[in-house]
Structures are given as structure tokens and as C-alpha cells.
């Protein structure tokens, strides 16, 4: 007899996937980007983008489909794409989206946590378009200069937690001119796919993808964050003491994750690797910040003992975001290596332009909830 979970999802209409993708959960699907592609490019193909998913992938009709401005906006408003699309100037922007539980397999392996698995591909950089949130708020007639309010976003999908999926920000990003937060109906210039929310959805960022709802049906202003489950369980931090006996006292006064925090990963080579002892290799990998810049990125041949600094290949141009924090796309980077001293330790860490950075390990930081792992990243090379 199966002990398999029974899933409450009808799955037999899932989109096509590429199959390079790597999967963590077939049903519902979550899959990332194998880690040598996902460095390949600056912008990440769409196909390839890691998808994140709580239920079936709703296959949804733009000619009927309707958001719903709601909450303290009375009477409540609906408007389809065409009329979001006519409010306000169409804005395109990059930017990185990233799951919280990213490189949650480390801390997995430290002591179990609850979540899906992840590697460090749970990321991905694409160009958005779409209408600032802060002009479909004005247009509904929002108070949009209370520091007090949330904006909440309701998405379509149908999850396995027996709910919709509803998540939300505090007015203060929502508003802010230059949050860039989007109701956004394209990706890398095409109209969004089913895997990433079609056909609108919210982009937040700087913020954990938790944030960026996809299949938006309703955006409600409200006097409190969200109820949904995923703003008031699924991303908490506590304490690496508090486990599942300890932490249903904790729930309430434990604060909802937002901001990204400074992160960085190796990508080649992959876990492993065998590299030839004095042969020359390049390690390559990627950083990231909440909007503000990458300015260095130090890698270690020798687990942390000694450092040398990564070069910066790609990151957004300072002379176009200037002293402003919306450096909101990842930093791609890598370390030319002459001689690689095989077999040995290779760790990265990087530092953004308020001289964030990393801690050294992942157990100092382990948590219930396996999120936010931005520990030093760690690989280790075989000579054979």
C-alpha cells in the first residue's frame, strides 16, 4: 500500500517543460535551472526559469479573466487586462525573483527542515513590463501614503494547503516610486506562460518570490498583512532551537520575511566535479542583493582560509541606476583559476554597497523552515 500523500490538485493539464530542468517535486511542479545554465546568460531564458508551484498550473481565458481592486477600496472594482493595461505609463524593468527556500538542501543537511528541496537554482533574472502597482492604486483610489497599510494579491491557483494563494507587502513598498513593484503581463518580452502566471501577475521586487503572486485575481488594501498561510506560517525565521513541538507559540510574534537578504553561489563547477590538479578552469556563479549593488564578490580556493576577488561581469550599469538601491537583477561573476590546486574547497561570499554580506555557516542560521540559507557557499573538487 502507497504511503504517498493524496493530492487534492487535478494534474492532467500541465504545461510542457523543458526537460534540462531540474525537478524537486513533479505534483504540484517545482523545478530549477541546472546550475552551468543559469550563468550562461544574464537574462534567464524563460523556459528555464525556475518555476514554483502550490497546486495545479491554472490555465486561464485573458477574455474573461477579471482583477479585482478590493479590501478598503468600496465598492470593490474589476477590470480586465486591457483596462490595466490602459492605467498609467507601461514600465519595463529587470530584475531577479528568487525563492526563500533557495539552497534549502543545505540546511536540510544539517538537520531536516520542512519545504521542497532546493539547490541554489531557485533564481532567475528576467525583463519585466507591465503598470506600476502605485498607479492602479491611485486609479482605485487608494490611500497610498499610510505607512500603515498592506497590499494584499490573491492569485487563481487552487493549492494543495486547500486555499488560494494570497501573500502581501506593506504600502510602503507597494506605493514607493521607486519599488518598481509591476502588475506585469510579460516576461523577456513575450506574453507570460502558464508557469509564470499568466495572464498577469505581481513583481516585487528586491522581495522573496513568496511576494510576486502569479494568476492574479484580486489585489485587496488592507489595515494588516495577509492571513493567507504563506504570509503567516510558510516564510518565518526562528531560532536553529526551535523545532515542530516548540514553534506554534512563536507563529504570531515571528515577523513575515520581505526583503532578500546578500547572496551568492558557485555554479561551475557543479558539487564534485573532478577538475585536473594544475589545469587552468574558470569558476563562474552568480550574486544578489534587495536593490542594492553587488560591489565585490570574494572567492576561496581553500575553505575560507585565504580570498582573492572575483571579477563582475554583469550586473545593471551604475551610470543608469546611479546612487539610487534598484540594482534589482543579480550580479553574474567569475574567478580565473591557473593552476587549480585539486582536490579542494571552493567558497564565495559577496558584499553589496551598505557592506552586507554573508555568514559563514549554514548551521548558525538553520531554521524549521529550511529559508533564507545565504551562508557561504561551498563546493567541493575531486582531482579524479
Given at each position: 500500500m502507497s504511503s504517498a500523500?493524496?493530492?487534492?490538485?487535478?494534474?492532467?493539464n500541465e504545461p510542457s517543460r523543458r526537460p534540462e530542468l531540474v525537478v524537486n517535486s513533479k505534483e504540484p511542479f517545482n523545478a530549477e535551472t541546472p546550475p552551468?545554465?543559469?550563468v550562461k546568460d544574464f537574462k534567464t531564458p524563460v523556459d528555464l526559469f525556475y518555476v514554483r508551484s502550490h497546486g495545479p498550473t491554472?490555465?486561464?481565458d485573458v477574455s474573461s479573466h477579471k482583477l479585482e481592486i478590493g479590501g478598503e477600496i468600496k465598492p470593490a472594482i474589476e477590470l480586465s487586462l486591457s483596462e490595466v493595461q490602459t492605467i498609467g505609463q507601461h514600465v519595463t524593468i529587470d530584475a531577479t525573483l528568487t525563492c526563500a527556500g533557495n539552497r534549502r538542501n543545505e540546511l536540510n543537511a544539517i538537520k531536516?527542515?520542512?519545504g521542497v528541496g532546493w539547490e541554489i537554482s531557485a533564481i532567475g533574472n528576467a525583463t519585466w513590463t507591465g503598470v506600476r502597482?502605485?498607479?492602479v492604486l491611485l486609479h482605485a483610489k487608494a490611500n497610498i501614503d499610510s505607512p500603515h497599510l498592506h497590499v494584499?494579491?490573491?492569485?487563481?491557483?487552487?493549492c494543495e494547503e486547500k486555499t488560494k494563494y494570497g501573500s502581501s507587502i506593506p504600502m510602503t513598498k507597494a506605493a514607493d516610486p521607486k519599488g518598481d513593484v509591476l502588475l506585469a503581463w510579460m516576461m523577456n518580452g513575450k506574453p507570460l506562460t502558464r508557469d509564470h502566471g499568466y495572464p498577469l501577475r505581481i513583481v516585487v521586487p528586491g522581495y522573496i518570490g513568496a511576494r510576486s503572486v502569479k494568476w492574479l485575481r484580486k489585489v485587496n488594501v488592507i489595515p494588516q498583512e495577509s492571513q493567507f498561510v504563506y504570509q503567516q506560517r510558510d516564510y518565518k525565521l526562528?531560532?536553529?532551537?526551535?523545532n515542530w513541538d516548540t514553534v506554534d507559540a512563536l507563529w504570531d510574534s515571528a515577523f513575515s520575511l520581505s526583503e532578500l537578504s546578500v547572496q551568492s553561489a558557485i555554479c561551475e563547477p557543479e558539487k564534485d566535479q573532478v577538475i585536473a590538479k594544475n589545469s587552468p578552469y574558470t569558476i563562474r556563479g552568480y550574486a544578489v542583493s534587495n536593490g542594492r549593488r553587488i560591489t565585490r564578490v570574494d572567492v576561496s580556493l581553500n575553505n575560507g582560509a585565504d580570498w582573492e576577488t572575483a571579477d563582475l561581469v554583469q550586473q545593471d550599469k551604475r551610470e543608469e541606476k546611479g546612487f539610487d538601491n534598484r540594482y534589482w537583477s543579480w550580479t553574474l561573476w567569475q574567478f580565473k583559476v591557473g593552476k587549480f590546486p585539486s582536490p579542494c574547497t571552493i567558497c564565495c561570499r559577496a558584499w553589496d554597497s551598505s557592506a552586507n554580506t554573508q555568514p559563514e555557516q549554514a548551521r548558525n542560521i538553520w531554521n524549521l523552515r529550511g529559508v533564507m540559507n545565504n551562508a557561504w557557499h561551498r563546493v567541493e573538487v575531486r582531482d579524479h
Open positions: 500523500k493524496k493530492l487534492l490538485g487535478d494534474y492532467s552551468p545554465l543559469l491554472p490555465d486561464l531536516k527542515v520542512k502597482l502605485r498607479d494584499e494579491f490573491i492569485g487563481e491557483e487552487d526562528f531560532l536553529p532551537h526551535v
